[in-house]
């Protein structure tokens, strides 16, 4: 059980404003329009001040002058006024740190507002965990900007950008424009063929491309046109009316479009186009390690989760690895979710925080007396707004529902849905659009492989799924049709630390311990990252290309004795011990082994070696040597009359080769072999027969 001494302790180890316990909490009534629970607070965060007011935005804005100036850290429960309390607590000399809690929305403006005290409780707790460090990428813009359009608003758009950017203007082929009294900026044809890169590095290929004969006179005429020409530019505004140049067009950064037919749109495109120069702090969304990446050996592709996944198209081969590239991650999160290794892994925040801030959300809830906890992940831009409206129009969320933001919801992973489960949650949710901005298959899959591992360990019902929806009344309808659902009576307490693949693991561990009816073994759907092998031993010959080709050292041998090995612990089901092994006995199977974890790594085949007749020395398999024998004696020239030969087989490299120098043995003495036949030799004894 945690709470906010424990929390404190946690935090001040870490970093940031909030890195020591928050010493004071002031909770406030907004004008009595929710009700408070301060003891419910108080019992949660033993050892803090806990202050309850009823407006100390205006009214008792001296109060929290006080509390800022004498606390040590000071948590505010109140978002909407974080800018004045941030401005008033900056001309405090010695003010204490601050940190805001949103308790209104999410909590204090709801028909179960009355009993929502544990839940104000672990909100306020979960808000003291620090924020991690955000690395960033930097993107340089210097206004060059190429606009693309098909009639006069790209034209229009031009003359809005032009005193503001280095404007270029190409339109298709096919568009009829009147000439400019003055040319103030280039205007060319062609059509964008291809199209690559970010804000500050774009560059198109353009075809058909032609400058406008400065003699036109009723309208633009160019000259002849050439394909294959290259522009360079910094921002890239799309008013052609056609397809997206990118995939996930409206996730790439510098790349405005708009419909040519909606001036609204283009205006939006336009002012938004004339913030873009000078450098930005882009967040580097994903960390990644190459060594750990199980994408390809020897040219054999594995895993390639990543990259079915990506909307952006950063993600590329490289090698035996993958790269992302940083520029064009758009942070969506699916890759590091699908990694089965960890070689991908979230940045904002790392999988870790993440589960640090559901352990104290959870136990804090349940120490301060909440029961049939459901958490609800959901985004900023989304989510909270539809949050704020079911709680400012409608009934507010159900008393049990704890909402987690994140970056987004795409970027949660296995880890989080088990390591809740095992932390006390009843059920988890995922709060989607109606129609989502990017593919959510990856969401789809993280559910599919946590919703098999959930049932087997008995956790009946409905315990992941998604909310998709646009409408405040539909999200709170949702949530509170979820119903009571059994949840573990003996939670987990253990505190994540470590890489994702380890973070996983623990979590699925723990689960597994708290579950109500645990099993060792469960079987998972195709393409999961856990599992097993199946190995025909009778076709194996302990060639061992397996496990060259294995990434995470799941398959193992033995530099004493033909052996091969296998641990299940770190097999990522990445397929490249299948696609490489050349007799094509090795198959996939899906499933989790809690007791892996544990378990010493099984000897999947064994035999005894093949030791050299002339010095003892053992070089390979006793087996696979006796089968070589076997097809060569008496039916290969160099094997059949001389049984010297076949003992030169038996020897090992260093033997082998004195013995054929002490023969004299010639490689190249093989019999003459016939001449080869060519069809003028055929054609001749066709005439020969013909003639005779």
């Not at 919801?409 to 489960?421: C, N």
């Not at 050349?582 to 974890?597: G, M």
Request: with cysteine; net charge neutral.
């Amino acid at each position: 059980m945690a709470n906010c001494r424990e929390i404190a302790g946690q935090t001040k180890r870490l970093m940031s404003p909030m890195a020591e316990r928050p010493r004071a909490i002031l909770i406030c009534s907004c004008e009595d329009t929710m009700p408070l629970d301060g003891e419910a607070v108080r019992r949660a965060c033993r050892g803090t001040e806990v202050i309850e007011g009823r407006q100390f935005c205006r009214a008792e804005l001296e109060r929290f002058r006080k509390a800022a100036a004498g606390a040590e850290t000071l948590v505010v429960a109140c978002t909407q006024e974080a800018p004045l309390f941030s401005e008033v607590a900056g001309e405090i000399e010695g003010g204490a740190p601050l940190g805001f809690v949103n308790i209104r929305e999410t909590a204090g403006w709801s028909e179960d507002g009355a009993k929502a005290g544990p839940k104000v409780a672990a909100l306020i707790a979960a808000g003291a965990e620090p924020a991690p460090d955000i690395p960033f990428v930097p993107l340089t813009s210097e206004g060059i900007t190429l606009l693309y359009g098909r009639d006069e608003q790209v034209i229009e758009a031009a003359n809005l950008l032009k005193d503001q950017l280095d404007v270029t203007v190409l339109i298709r082929p096919d568009a009829k424009l009147a000439p400019s009294r003055v040319t103030e900026f280039p205007v060319v044809k062609g059509t964008i063929r291809a199209a690559k890169g970010y804000l500050g590095a774009f560059e198109v290929t353009v075809d058909d491309y032609a400058t406008p004969n400065p003699s036109s006179r009723a309208a633009l005429e160019f000259g002849n046109g050439r394909n294959g020409a290259m522009s360079r530019c910094d921002i890239l505004i799309d008013l052609s009316g056609g397809p997206s140049l990118f995939p996930a067009g409206d996730l790439r950064d510098g790349y405005l479009r708009a419909d040519p037919g909606d001036a609204a749109a283009i205006l939006r495109a336009v002012l938004k186009a004339r913030d873009l120069t000078g450098t930005f702090d882009k967040p580097r969304y994903i960390r990644f390690s190459e060594d750990l990446c199980a994408h390809s050996r020897s040219r054999i592709v594995g895993c390639r989760r990543c990259l079915d996944l990506c909307p952006t198209g950063a993600i590329a081969p490289a090698g035996d690895h993958v790269a992302i590239d940083a520029h064009i991650c758009a942070g969506c999160g699916q890759c590091s979710a699908a990694c089965p290794t960890g070689a991908a892994s979230y940045a904002l925040p790392p999988s870790d925080a993440l589960l640090r801030k559901l352990r104290v959300l959870l136990s804090t809830y349940r120490a301060a007396g909440g029961k049939q906890a459901v958490v609800i992940f959901h985004d900023g831009e989304h989510g909270s707004a539809l949050i704020d409206a079911l709680a400012r129009h409608g009934n507010g969320l159900p008393a049990n529902v704890l909402p987690v933001e994140v970056n987004e919801i795409t970027q949660i992973g296995l880890e989080a849905v088990a390591a809740a489960h095992a932390y006390g949650a009843s059920a988890v949710r995922f709060l989607t659009r109606a129609k989502a901005r990017h593919d959510i298959a990856g969401l789809k899959k993280t559910i599919a492989l946590a919703q098999p591992i959930l049932a087997s360990l008995g956790f009946d019902g409905a315990r992941v799924e998604t909310i998709e929806t646009d409408d405040p009344d539909a999200l709170g309808d949702a949530l509170r049709g979820i119903g009571a659902l059994d949840f573990t009576a003996k939670p987990a307490t253990f505190l994540p630390t470590g890489s994702k693949r380890e973070v996983t693991r623990l979590a699925l561990r723990e689960l597994h311990a708290a579950a109500p009816a645990p099993v060792d073994i469960v079987p998972l759907p195709e393409g999961a990252p856990f599992g097993t092998i199946d190995v025909r031993v009778e076709g194996c010959t302990l060639c061992l290309s397996c496990v060259s080709a294995c990434p995470t050292g799941a398959l193992s041998d033995d530099p004493e004795r033909p052996v091969l090995r296998f641990a299940e612990d770190a097999c990522v089901q990445c397929g490249l011990c299948k696609a490489t092994c050349p007799e094509k006995v090795i198959n996939l199977k899906p499933q989790i082994d809690f007791r892996a974890a544990t378990a010493l790594g099984r000897v999947i085949k064994q035999e005894q070696p093949a030791e050299c007749i002339r010095c003892g020395k053992p070089f390979g398999v006793k087996s696979s040597v006796e089968r070589v024998i076997a097809k060569l004696e008496g039916k290969h020239w160099m094997y059949k009359d001389s049984k010297k030969r076949l003992d030169v087989i038996r020897m090992c490299e260093d033997c082998r080769v004195v013995v054929m120098a002490e023969e004299q043995f010639d490689p190249f003495g093989a019999p003459k072999r016939p001449p080869v036949r060519t069809t003028e030799d055929y054609l001749r004894e066709r005439e020969q027969k013909g003639e005779s």
